[in-house]
């Protein structure tokens, strides 16, 4: 699921989401894996 399909299935904008997934990967909770177009994330426990 792209970060574009999960926002409005949570009911957030694009931005949101964006800015709570740096958050994570910045605190070490999730990373994204792969290429851009076709990566995947992965939490981190």
């Keep these: 699921m ?3 399909a999960l926002a409005p299935s949570i009911l957030k904008s694009l ?5 709570a997934t ?3 990967v910045k605190q070490g909770k999730l990373r ?5 177009k076709g990566g995947h994330w992965e939490v981190i426990p």
């Design 15 to 19: 931005s949101a989401v964006e800015r």
């Design 32 to 36: 994204f894996v792969g290429p851009r």
């Design 2 to 4: 792209t970060l574009a």
């Design 22 to 24: 740096a958050k994570l």
